[in-house]
């Protein structure tokens, strides 16, 4: 079965700063998408970046960033300049091509220190 | 417009009741899921109906029935409510299907508390 994890249940970076999230997961599949989630406190997930595993360039979306390492099967997050509003619950999301079940890592805690 | 929104955003209710939560998308997908997030918060899907079909039926108590009666709308009946039933519950939609890199577009959240 397909897994997905989170290490690190809660960080810290001061605003302005860069900061990488870990994720790892685990599949024999070789086709699928790897998606980075934000909750912030007002409870909506909001789609923060995803990665097509065919795909070797990493995806990027303004200070968002991944680093997708298909081999050791590691999908990073990287927040450059990290702003107050960046504080939120970061969830890491893998979906096989063949189905369309998403599953979900536990997630991160990311607090933004002024 | 809301893309995807459920209804009622808050339920407060005693144990064994019964109570229904509803969903609805706009964004024309095709594939449409129930999520609980725990106190840890930690996701885990339910169900997912694909026009109208239910193709995901994970582990989940009996009294947990989920219905569709169109592509754009899946609601979620819990019968006999149990305190650990206390959850949020996400609806979400996506395209679906292979051609689609299946992100998923979520609602508000229902926080159901049960006492």
């Known amino acids: 079965a397909q897994t997905v994890t989170q290490s690190q249940p809660e960080m810290s970076v001061q605003e302005a700063e860069t900061v990488t999230l870990s994720c790892t997961y685990d599949t024999s599949e070789s086709d699928y998408y790897l998606f980075w989630y934000k909750q912030p406190p007002s409870r909506q997930m909001i789609l923060v970046i995803r990665q097509e595993a065919y795909k070797q360039q990493n995806a990027t979306e303004n200070r968002f960033s991944v680093n997708f390492q298909k081999a050791a099967k590691s999908f990073s997050l990287k927040i450059s300049d990290s702003q107050l509003g960046d504080a939120a619950m970061y969830f890491c999301a893998y979906r096989m091509n063949r189905d369309d079940k998403i599953i979900f890592g536990k997630g991160t805690r990311l607090h933004i220190l002024p | 417009d809301t893309a995807v929104s459920q209804t009622p955003k808050y339920l407060v209710t005693q144990m064994g009741n019964d109570k229904s939560i509803k969903c609805e998308q706009n964004l024309g997908h095709d594939t449409m899921y129930w999520y609980k997030q725990d106190s840890k918060k930690f996701l885990k899907i339910m169900f997912s109906?694909?026009?109208?079909?239910?193709?995901i039926n994970e582990t989940v108590p009996n009294r947990f029935s989920p219905k569709s009666p169109d592509k754009a709308h899946l609601n979620l009946h819990i019968n006999s409510l149990e305190l650990g039933d206390s959850a949020v519950y996400f609806c979400a939609s996506s395209l679906g299907g292979r051609q689609n890199t299946g992100e998923l577009f979520f609602g508000e959240g229902s926080r159901l508390t049960v006492l």
């Open positions: 109906y694909n026009n109208k079909e239910l193709i």
